[in-house]
DNA sequence: CATGAATGAGGGTTCATTCAT
DNA sequence: GATGAATGAACCCTCATTCAT
C-alpha cells in the first residue's frame, strides 16, 4: 500500500510540474527531463506513467475540461433562467480560476498545441457553445431571450466570458470579484429580458 | 524589371506559404523546408528573403496587427459615438475577415508562440482595450454609456469580438454576414444606452 | 563503479578521437559526427560529455598548456642557471613529445582556430617569452648571459625550440634524443664561428 | 587594352581583398562573398578569375614562397659565408616583413589550413632547412661551423627566425631594426656564456 | 565579361524515447 | 519499479558554387 501511495505520488508530483512547466514553458518548450527533475524522479520514471510526451498534457487538458463540464449545469427551462445562467456563469469561473495559468490555454485558440489538445479543446468548445445556444432558442419561445441569431449570441457570451479569464490575472484581486457581476449584468442588458 | 518582379513574387510566395503552414502546423511544426518548398524555391532562398525563421512569422503578424490598427478610427466623442463603434466593429472584423486563419493566431493568447510575437500581440491587445476603455469612459460622462467598470466591459466587449473572428469560418457565409449587426445590437444593449 | 569506468571511459576516448581528428583535420574539418564515430559513440552521446564543439579541443589544448606550465621550473637565480635552462628545455620537450601532433597545435600561430584557442595558447606563449626574458635579464646582470635584447634572445630561443618540437617527429628516434643536448649547446654556444 | 588593364585590375584586387581577408578571418571563415565585395566585383565574377575557393589563397601563398626562394642566394663556400648567411637572414626577413601578417600564415604550421596550402608550406620548409643544412655541413668541412648535428642545427636557426619574423609586429618598429643584426650575433655566438 | 539570385549539401545541436542495470 | 546513459532523427542555418540574363 505504501509502494501504491508512492507511486501515486509519482504521478501526480509529475502531473503538477508537467502543469507548472506548461504554464511556464509552453508546450514545445517543455521537456520531459525537465518535468521529471521538477518532479523529483528521473527521466526514464517519466515513461513508467505516460506513454509519450502529448500524454500528460493531454491528461492535464481532459481534466479541466472535465471538470468544467461537470460544473455546468443543464438548464433547466422549467426553473429560473437566470439564476442557472448566473450559477453557470459563476460556476466556470471557479473552475478556471482555481488555476488561471492552465485556463488560459484550455480557453485559447489552439494554435501552436498539437492536434490532439486541439481536439479536445476544440470538442468542448463546441459543447459548450451549443449548449448555451440551445438554452438561448428555448429562451427565447418563452419570451425571456431577445430576438436574434442564437448561435452568434452564444458565441458573444462566450467570447466575453473567454477574455474575462484570459485577462483576470491582469486585472486586481478586487476587480477580480467584480467580474462575476458585471459579466452577468453585461449578458443580462444584452440579451436577457429577465423580468 | 522583370528581375524585380520575379523577386517580389518569391518574397510573396514564401509569405504565402509561411502563412499556410503557420495556420496548418503552428509555429513549432513549421518546418523552414516545407515553407520553401510550398514555395516552390530552394530552402536557401528562403535565406535570401528573411533572416531566420522567426522573421517570416514576425512579419506575418505585424502586418496584420499594422492593418488592423490603421483601420481604427480614433473615437472622437463630439460625434455620433454608435456610429465610430459600429464603425470600429466592421472595420476589425472586414480586416480579420481577409485572412481568418491567420488573425486567429494574433487573437488568440500567445502560448505556444515565441517571446517575440507575444510582445507584439499583446502590446496590440492592451492598445485596443484601454482604447475602448477610454472611449467607455468618456460615454459614461456623456451619459451615453452604461454604468460599470470600463476595463471589464471593454474586455467583454474584445471578447467577444475576438470569438465571433475566431469562430466566423464555421458559421455559413451567409450567417457571417449577420455578424457585425448581431454584434453591434449585442453591445448596444449591453452597455450603450444610444438614443 | 563499472557505471563510472564507463562514463571516464566514453569521455576519455571521446577526447582521443578529438585529438586524431584535431590533428588529421584540423578544428574546421572536424566533425562532431566523426569524433562520436571513432569513440565508438553516436553524436547525441557527445554532447553529453562536452558542451559544444569548442568545448573538447579547448580541453586538449588547455590540458596541455598546464602540463608544460607545471613541468617548467621558476628559475631560481642564485642555483645553477645552466641547469635549469636545461632542465626546462628537456622537461617542455618531454611533455610535448608525449604528444607531438598535438603540440604541433599549441605551439603553430593560431591562424585557422577559433578565438577561444587564440587567447589561451597566446597567453601562454607571452607567459613563457617574459619569463625567459626576465630570466636572461637576471642572467645579463649576473655576467653569465651576453649582451643584447633579452626579449629578441628569449624569442629566438623560443623559436628554436618551437621548430625543434614541431619537427622532431621529422628525425628518426635516435636524433630525436640528441635534440635537447644539441640545443642546449646551441643555446650556449651558437654555432658560427665567423673570423 | 583598357579592358586587358581592367580584368588584370580585378584579378588584382580579387587577390588584395583576399589577403585581408585570410589575415582578417582565416581560411575557414573568410566567405567569397567578403573577397568579392572588398574587391567592389560581384562575386560570380570571382569565380571568372579563380577556379574555386582554394585557388586564391593557394596563389598568395605560392607568391609569398616564391619570393622568398628568389631572394635567397645559393650560398657559394667559396665566398665568405658569414656575409652570405647575414645576407639570406636580411633578405628573408625583407620579404616577408612585406607583409607580416601573410607571413606569419606561411611560416606557421599548417594546422588549420587546407592540405593544398600544407603541401606548399611544407615543401618550402624542407627546401629553405635543407639547404641551410647542406651549407652548414660544408661550413664544418671548412671548420667555420661548429660540431654538430648540422639538421638540428638548421632547425634551430629557422625555428629562431620564424619566431622573430612571427612576433616582429610586436616589437616596437625601432627594436625592430636590431633583429637582423641580434640575430646574426645570436646564431654566431648562442648567448649563454655558462662557466 | 559581369552579375547576383538560386541552389542544396553539410554540420552543429536538441531532445523524445529506449533499455541495460 | 527506478534509473539515467545512450541513441539518432530532426531541423535550422551557412556558404561555396552555378547559371540564366
Given at each position: 500500500m505504501t509502494t501504491r501511495t508512492r507511486e501515486r505520488d509519482k504521478r501526480e508530483a509529475l502531473l503538477r510540474a508537467a502543469r507548472d512547466v506548461l504554464v511556464e514553458e509552453g508546450y514545445h518548450h517543455a521537456k520531459i527531463d525537465e518535468i521529471a527533475q521538477r518532479a523529483g524522479?528521473?527521466?526514464?520514471?517519466y515513461y513508467l506513467y505516460f506513454k509519450d510526451k502529448r500524454a500528460i498534457f493531454a491528461e492535464l487538458v481532459d481534466g479541466l475540461v472535465a471538470r468544467i463540464e461537470s460544473a455546468i449545469v443543464r438548464v433547466d427551462e422549467r426553473a429560473d433562467l437566470g439564476a442557472q445562467v448566473r450559477h453557470n456563469i459563476r460556476a466556470t469561473i471557479a473552475v478556471l480560476a482555481e488555476d488561471p495559468p492552465l485556463a488560459r490555454i484550455v480557453l485559447g485558440p489552439t494554435s501552436g498545441l498539437d492536434a490532439a489538445f486541439t481536439d479536445t479543446v476544440t470538442r468542448m468548445h463546441v459543447g459548450v457553445v451549443s449548449l448555451l445556444s440551445r438554452t438561448l432558442r428555448d429562451g427565447q419561445s418563452l419570451g425571456v431571450v431577445a430576438e436574434g441569431d442564437t448561435d452568434l449570441l452564444a458565441m458573444f457570451a462566450v467570447g466575453a466570458l473567454k477574455e474575462a479569464v484570459l485577462r483576470s490575472e491582469e486585472l486586481g484581486p478586487a476587480r477580480r470579484e467584480q467580474l462575476v457581476t458585471e459579466l452577468a449584468r453585461f449578458l443580462e442588458k444584452g440579451f436577457l429580458r429577465l423580468r
Open positions: 524522479v528521473a527521466k526514464g520514471t
